[in-house]
């Protein structure tokens, strides 16, 4: 399942976001209510776990603003405030369970795993595309205009993560946390290296480029010119 994560604090965001890719899902992190908002908005999650306290808008602005767009995935606040207002501040703005600093990471997962298990069964894509490229996330095969294409293991989860934000800008810091799973930039060419490599795999030979460069601002997978 696709989930959205805010969390300012980055050894915790770490790992709660190993955590649940550890147990099978797909974790967009991000650290300030902003991000979280554009995020939440523009993608499909199947939970929103929601840092109450971050700077700048916190997590209750956040679920307020996605709750006022019409976003109604259920929601989890993580809070080191334990008042009883809060909670219930927090439950009327729309979320849909509690959990209050420290906490383990087994009861964080079964919570978790409990707003999902409230949820309607619905369709889960295995095979995403773009133009007439496809990639199979059972099979773990790449295929364009009917041909296979061989790639290693980090350059099918870059292209993964491209086609899952299909037309949307990634930026490298969003690949660094969700490719490499670096809280920081570690200052090598690391992301440009995969990308050039994945590029000629995906690109080389075709008429039209999918896999764009957005000047200043970081990478884009389409069909568009």
């Not at 990634?170 to 930039?185: A, G, K, P, Q, Y």
């Not at 200052?187 to 995906?202: A, D, G, P, W």
Request: aromatic share 6%; charged share 25%; with cysteine.
């Amino acid at each position: 399942m696709n989930l959205l994560l805010l969390e300012d604090d980055e050894a915790t965001r770490t790992h709660l976001e190993r955590t649940l890719v550890a147990a099978g899902h797909v974790v967009d992190a991000c650290s300030n209510g902003s991000d979280a908002i554009v995020l939440g908005s523009t993608n499909d999650y199947a939970v929103l776990i929601l840092d109450r306290m971050v700077p700048g808008v916190d997590g209750l602005g956040v679920l307020k603003a996605l709750r006022a767009a019409g976003v109604r995935a259920p929601a989890i606040f993580l809070t080191a405030i334990d008042g009883v207002h809060d909670r219930v501040e927090g439950l009327d703005a729309g979320a849909d369970d509690y959990l209050v600093k420290p906490f383990a990471a087994i009861e964080f997962l079964a919570r978790v795993n409990a707003l999902l298990r409230r949820q309607p069964a619905r369709d889960v894509a295995t095979v995403l595309r773009v133009a007439d490229l496809e990639i199979d996330l059972i099979k773990r095969s790449v295929r364009r205009g009917g041909r296979a294409i061989p790639l290693q293991a980090q350059e099918f989860k870059l292209l993964e993560y491209l086609m899952r934000h299909a037309g949307e800008i990634v930026t490298r810091t969003m690949l660094l946390e969700n490719v490499w799973s670096f809280h920081f930039d570690p200052q090598t060419n690391i992301i440009e290296s995969h990308m050039s490599r994945l590029r000629s795999k995906v690109d080389r030979g075709f008429d039209q480029e999918l896999i764009h460069t957005v000047r200043g601002a970081g990478y884009r997978c389409d069909g568009l010119a």
